[in-house]
């Protein structure tokens, strides 16, 4: 049997906010496999136990370009370590350059955009002299270009923490927005099923399974129970499937076709989605400073 220690216990802990015997019993039943232990811990605690794929772990912020005809925009993710940074002045001005930059030159990827030239320099040399001026390292995550099939209307919350380019296709200005709002607050992971990968599919099943059988549900019924589940579940995460936020009466698939519409793509980008960010121990720093003046 695997060895569980104290330190795969918190990291679940950490992960899910669920209580420490139970990170323990789950890691155990799950010999060891995080990712298992997850799922054991949400067929018993719920969905909400595991709160990892939505935590925000990294500062910075999302530089967007949009053309004034809104045929053609660019959105891009430049990290930094702290929120101070992020507000920062030429730090700002940084990041809507690139996303001038990836706009105007369509880069392959992120290496190719550093070696492109903003104001006489290249982007690598620009951005090694703003570290050394900011104090802080700075990074280049990610970026999309859209060229529209209909127009892009962009949206950009929380002090340019989400950043949403959505291509509308029909309708006005008026829908665009709500459209661009709505992904922003709502977060859909695909615009319809299709774009839903199997696995997530999967897990959503299996912990269904999980669950009703736990509950004392027939064997006859458990397929049927997780493919009602499975359902469920593309409402919450495809754009199409969702329910409007500001008309819970209404899909956005009913609202674009009560407007004669349809959304060709969506670019969703939350600063940080999906990094782990670094935890200090503030104790042990004293302590590993006061060992080497020591020394």
């Keep these: 049997m695997a060895e569980i220690t104290a330190s795969m216990v918190k990291e679940l802990r950490e992960k899910t906010d669920a209580p420490m015997m139970e990170c323990k019993r789950a890691l155990t039943d799950a010999a060891g496999d995080m990712a298992r232990a997850e799922e054991?811990?949400?067929?018993?605690?719920?969905?909400?136990?595991?709160?990892?794929?939505?935590?925000?772990?990294?500062?910075?912020?999302?530089?967007?370009?949009?053309?004034?005809?809104g045929k053609l925009g660019a959105m891009i993710e430049v990290n930094c370590e702290t929120d101070f940074v992020a507000k920062n002045d030429d730090f700002l001005a940084f990041a809507k350059r690139?996303?001038?930059?990836?706009?105007?030159?369509?880069?392959?990827?992120?290496?190719?955009?550093?070696?492109?030239?903003?104001?006489?320099?290249?982007?690598?040399?620009?951005?090694?002299?703003?570290?050394?001026?900011?104090?802080?390292?700075?990074?280049?995550?990610?970026?999309?270009?859209?060229?529209?099939?209909?127009?892009?209307?962009s949206y950009v919350h929380g002090g340019s923490k989400i950043g949403v380019l959505v291509d509308l296709v029909g309708g006005d200005e008026q829908l665009g927005k709500?459209?661009?709002?709505?992904?922003?607050?709502?977060?859909?992971?695909?615009?319809?099923?299709?774009?839903?990968?199997?696995?997530?599919l999967e897990t959503e099943r299996r912990i269904a399974i999980e669950k009703a059988r736990e509950a004392g549900k027939p064997e006859a019924m458990l397929e049927k129970i997780a493919s009602g589940t499975v359902q469920k579940y593309l409402k919450e995460v495809t754009l199409l499937g969702q329910v409007f936020v500001k008309d819970d009466k209404l899909t956005i698939e009913q609202l674009l076709k009560s407007k004669g519409a349809s959304v060709s793509s969506f670019t969703l980008y939350i600063v940080g989605e999906g990094i782990e960010k670094k935890k200090s121990d503030f104790a042990a720093e004293v302590a590993a400073q006061a060992a080497a003046a020591a020394k």
């Design 40 to 69: 054991i811990l949400r067929v018993k605690l719920g969905s909400k136990a595991s709160k990892a794929a939505s935590r925000v772990a990294a500062e910075g912020v999302v530089g967007v370009h949009l053309s004034a005809d």
């Design 98 to 153: 690139l996303a001038d930059l990836v706009a105007g030159s369509n880069p392959s990827d992120v290496a190719a955009l550093s070696g492109m030239e903003i104001n006489g320099a290249t982007v690598e040399t620009t951005r090694t002299a703003l570290v050394g001026k900011i104090g802080e390292n700075l990074s280049i995550r990610r970026f999309s270009r859209i060229a529209a099939q209909g127009k892009l209307t």
């Design 178 to 200: 709500d459209l661009a709002m709505h992904i922003a607050a709502s977060k859909p992971k695909s615009l319809d099923t299709t774009g839903v990968h199997p696995e997530l």
